[in-house]
């Protein structure tokens, strides 16, 4: 049994014993996360008792090797952004190529990210590459403080050391660097642009909390939603709000559809009237198909080899799906006929992450099905990636006033602030394949250490 499980068994024995087996205490974290709104929105908080632990082993190989990849992804883009061909295989949109050739006024391609990973003992795989901050980054940092001082969690520190990673400083510390870049004024006024359900009147718990931090800190913010924006005079605004730094929350694809070139945003970050972060430039690493170029060896040849090795061990093999000579480990295959001969270990997935299209898992299917499958995704821009097995955990689950154990799948989430990695969270899933679990959302996340 290593550590990790040795920690998650005494928590769980914790739980069971009779000291809290009476459920008053996690009724009354229930009520201090409604308390300060830590509910609702893409970062919704899972009902979980239990926080999801890494060692700090796992910890710095994850940050050591999640920043050689973003050093490579740096390069990538770089490379597409230059050569024509290269950027062809990311399958833009003429809108998001326009976008795309805007210069944001500031060097770093994606200000905030995140990778999502597979962390498994000493294996760690980076599925995706997310440009924006972490869903819930202020609601996690909420969260974790909360989880710190509950009654269960005091009782296991006595035997672990706790410890918390990331939080909204270092974002706020990042929108400032790229802020600066710019040489504008030293307080800027800041806006986080979401978009609004119909009748939502105010924006997000979410954004409402990184709205009041900022303002903690000094800098006038207000949640905003693209229809309030107004562009007159070089000036761009919300209502009487002069906005000088725009925190994008919607993606370039969610923008494109309901609105044009012409909108006030467009025209303000084209003039360089307003710093935007991400840019509409970091919307090529939100793409699949950023891997597809990072695991082309023909791409990243003249790589450090840092780079390339952390590639090879923990990038999983992905290419644009199309009727096509590529390579696999070094051999020259015809992408299709591998395709359908190799079902079993493959994954097709929209190269837009946004995309309301689904994803067909091939062990999930039969050889007939996954056909189908494949002349589903040649319609569309689709990828087709290694399968990576889901890292399963048990989770003591409250909902109604009762605990029950379910298996979650766990996704760990590094926060990537201007190229450095600076914390992480943990986003859960029901690992039954239940088709309509609701249980889906952060858990709070430590580093787990022994006194």
């Avoid at 770089?78 to 062809?88: C, E, G, I, M, V």
């Avoid at 660097?177 to 504008?184: N, Q, S, T």
Wanted: charged residues 25%; proline residues 5%.
């Amino acid at each position: 049994m290593t550590q990790l499980d040795e920690a998650i068994s005494r928590y769980h024995k914790l739980l069971e014993s009779e000291k809290f087996r009476d459920l008053g205490w996690a009724e009354a974290l229930e009520e201090q996360m409604r308390e300060r709104n830590l509910s609702g929105g893409r970062g919704a908080i899972l009902p979980v008792l239990r926080p999801h632990f890494i060692t700090r082993r796992q910890y710095a190989n994850l940050v050591k090797a999640a920043e050689a990849l973003l050093s490579a992804i740096e390069k990538v883009k770089q490379l597409a952004l230059s050569t024509p061909s290269l950027l062809a295989r990311m399958e833009l949109l003429p809108a998001e190529r326009m976008l795309a050739s805007i210069d944001p006024g500031y060097p770093m391609a994606a200000v905030a990210a995140r990778l999502d990973t597979q962390v498994d003992n000493g294996a760690l795989h980076f599925l995706q590459f997310n440009v924006g901050a972490p869903a819930g980054v202020a609601s996690s940092e909420a969260l974790a403080e909360l989880f710190l001082n509950c009654p269960l969690v005091r009782e296991f520190r006595k035997r672990y050391k706790l410890t918390r990673t990331g939080g909204v400083k270092h974002l706020l510390d990042a929108l400032l660097k790229a802020y600066k870049y710019r040489g504008k004024k030293s307080f800027p006024h800041i806006a986080i642009l979401e978009f609004r359900q119909q009748f939502q009147d105010t924006g997000s718990g979410e954004h409402l909390l990184l709205a009041e931090t900022f303002r903690k800190a000094g800098y006038p913010t207000e949640v905003v939603a693209p229809d309030q924006l107004h562009y007159r005079g070089g000036i761009l605004r919300a209502g009487n709000f002069v906005i000088d730094l725009i925190y994008r929350k919607l993606t370039v694809q969610e923008f494109l559809q309901r609105f044009d070139l012409t909108h006030p945003l467009v025209r303000a970050y084209k003039d360089g009237a307003v710093c935007l972060v991400n840019s509409f430039r970091s919307e090529l690493a939100y793409k699949k198909a950023i891997f597809d170029l990072l695991t082309d060896e023909k791409v990243t040849a003249g790589f450090p080899a840092a780079e390339r090795q952390v590639i090879e061990r923990h990038v999983p093999w992905t290419r644009v799906l199309a009727d096509r000579k590529t390579t696999y480990k070094g051999k020259e295959i015809s992408l299709l006929e591998f395709v359908v001969g190799n079902r079993e270990r493959l994954v097709l997935q929209p190269n837009d992450i946004t995309s309301d299209q689904r994803s067909f898992v091939g062990r999930e299917l039969d050889d007939a099905r996954w056909q189908r499958s494949i002349r589903l995704a040649m319609r569309d821009s689709y990828v087709v990636q290694e399968y990576v097995e889901p890292k399963v955990y048990p989770f003591p689950i409250f909902k109604f006033g009762m605990l029950e154990m379910r298996d979650m799948s766990v996704d760990v989430q590094p926060h990537v602030y201007a190229g450095k990695v600076q914390g992480c969270s943990s986003w859960l899933s029901d690992a039954s394949g239940a088709a309509f679990s609701t249980l889906t959302g952060l858990a709070p996340t430590f580093i787990l250490e022994p006194k």
